[in-house]
């Protein structure tokens, strides 16, 4: 059986751990019964032996998959698209992606909603793992339930075809434990007015297509500057793009991509002045996806 998961970038400026939306630009992968356990991989992470010796995608899926009264073993094959450590979901795509296959393996049909919570044991905090799963923008927190387990409360909009995304993502790493070590500790009353008041009109101006309010809405106070500084040409790639046509300009997740939101007319231009401002790096244009983790024709 053949899937794909989505790309995602979090917190879109001050939207910390709770805004993300889902990328047109997927990791595939496929699963079918083997003798004897086996692991392909091609594109991210083929050269690494890491991912074939201890891979987290089949340990999530092994586990999830047993809890079901499965007991076959599988030939998994990846191909995975999304950078690793770049701030583009790499990792709540190899969780929802396992999680959700386990069940269709079993030939069970979960609700998006129940393998979204599933993903919380793996990862706790939602601006991920909600896109990845649903497709789409969201805004998502989480609810802690009376046997004190959490669960994912959301919010999803489509996104129209008007605009894309065009991403800058750096050959260097950013380790998200890392970046969230750099925050600082306690925030004052006026930065966390300025970061709630920011990401809500953000998100009204998402699901209002209010594309001219995101520059202003999309400032944040917590976590962007603090993180950029640690790889400074962030600033640069941020003020050039904002120069040459994206509405907005932020920090894809913890690092180290940027993530540019421009119409879809201005895609082009934008993303041939930003490769010939930064040469080294990738720049990738993409829709936007309305899908989220899907099952694959084939």
């Given at each position: 059986m053949n899937f794909s998961v989505p790309a995602t970038s979090a917190n879109l400026g001050p939207g910390f751990d709770c805004l993300g939306i889902s990328l047109g630009f997927r990791n595939y992968?496929?699963?079918?019964?083997?003798?004897e356990q086996r692991i392909t991989i091609s594109g991210e992470g083929k050269t690494n032996p890491h991912f074939t010796q201890d891979n987290t995608f089949v340990r999530i899926f092994m586990h999830t998959y047993k809890r079901l009264g499965g007991k076959s073993q599988f030939h998994f094959t990846f191909q995975n698209n999304i950078p690793v450590a770049r701030g583009m979901g790499s990792s709540s795509a190899i969780i929802v992606g396992a999680i959700f296959s386990a069940f269709k393996m079993v030939g069970q049909i979960p609700s998006k909603d129940e393998v979204l919570n599933l993903a919380l044991q793996h990862e706790n905090h939602p601006d991920n793992i909600t896109p990845a799963t649903m497709g789409g923008f969201n805004a998502s927190f989480l609810k802690t339930t009376h046997n004190n387990k959490s669960s994912v409360v959301y919010l999803r909009q489509r996104m129209p075809r008007n605009v894309k995304a065009?991403?800058?993502?750096?050959?260097?790493?950013?380790?998200?434990k890392k970046a969230r070590n750099v925050l600082p500790k306690t925030y004052s009353v006026q930065d966390c007015v300025f970061n709630l008041s920011h990401s809500s009109v953000l998100s009204l101006a998402f699901c209002m297509q209010r594309w001219d309010l995101l520059r202003e809405s999309s400032l944040d106070r917590m976590h962007e500057q603090v993180r950029m500084a640690t790889f400074p040409v962030l600033f640069q790639i941020?003020?050039?793009?904002?120069?040459?046509?994206?509405?907005?300009?932020?920090?894809s997740g913890s690092g180290s991509s940027m993530f540019n939101l421009c119409y879809s007319d201005d895609a082009k231009r934008l993303a041939k002045q930003l490769i010939t401002k930064f040469p080294k790096?990738?720049?990738?244009?993409?829709?936007?996806?309305n899908d989220g983790i899907k099952i694959e024709k084939g």
């Open positions: 992968f496929s699963i079918e019964e083997a003798r065009v991403m800058v993502i750096p050959y260097q790493p950013m380790s998200t941020q003020k050039h793009a904002l120069h040459n046509g994206a509405l907005m300009s932020t920090l790096f990738r720049v990738l244009t993409l829709d936007f996806d």
